[in-house]
């Protein structure tokens, strides 16, 4: 789950409620965006360049009351994503499940920066959040800055999966 802490990031959020699925998507994933003959498609990021501008996330409406746990929600491939742009939100806060994150709970400190996947880097969860190596993964416009970490997880018919994220929508420094 991804969500905004706060009421002006939603007040000020570019929403784009036009953008096609072209991957199985879950809310907060991350991706971008091409215009292909004259319709709006998700583009899951092709490498660390095409990631550093121009992120996007999904968070639509869980709308889908067969969906009994919010970790099982997800958008197929043809339905349509409510896209919102990170690039417009520099200070923003956001609160984001472990499960959105690739890099293992225990291994992301308060002060640490989370940036995009990749389909080259991780294959097998290209839309995901990883934590950035400072000096490595640079030239980044849109990553998040982990503020806290909270029991704020996934809920599940059977209980929730605690561990999330506090964290707030910043450029990446590059060292």
Do not use: H
């Not at 998507?25 to 991350?30: E, M, S």
């Not at 971008?32 to 996330?57: H, L, M, S, Y």
């Not at 389909?119 to 190596?133: I, N």
């Amino acid at each position: 789950m991804f969500k905004f802490q706060n009421y002006s990031a939603i007040k000020n959020a570019q929403d784009n409620p036009r953008v096609i699925a072209t991957a199985v998507t879950k809310n907060g994933y991350a991706f971008g965006i091409t215009d292909t003959a004259g319709k709006e498609n998700q583009r899951p990021f092709t490498d660390a360049t095409d990631a550093k501008a121009g992120v996007w996330v999904a968070m639509n409406v869980m709308d889908k009351p067969e969906t009994l746990n919010t970790a099982d929600y997800q958008i197929e491939v043809g339905e349509y994503i409510r896209a919102i742009k990170l690039d417009n939100l520099l200070d923003e806060k956001v609160e984001l499940t472990k499960d959105l994150v690739k890099t293992a709970y225990t291994s992301v400190a308060v002060g640490d920066y989370l940036i995009p996947c990749n389909a080259t880097a991780e294959s097998t969860t290209p839309m995901v959040w990883r934590k950035a190596v400072i000096g490595t993964d640079t030239g980044y416009t849109i990553g998040l800055l982990v503020t806290e970490k909270t029991p704020f997880g996934v809920f599940t018919i059977d209980g929730s999966t605690a561990g999330g994220f506090v964290a707030k929508i910043v450029a990446v420094p590059a060292a």
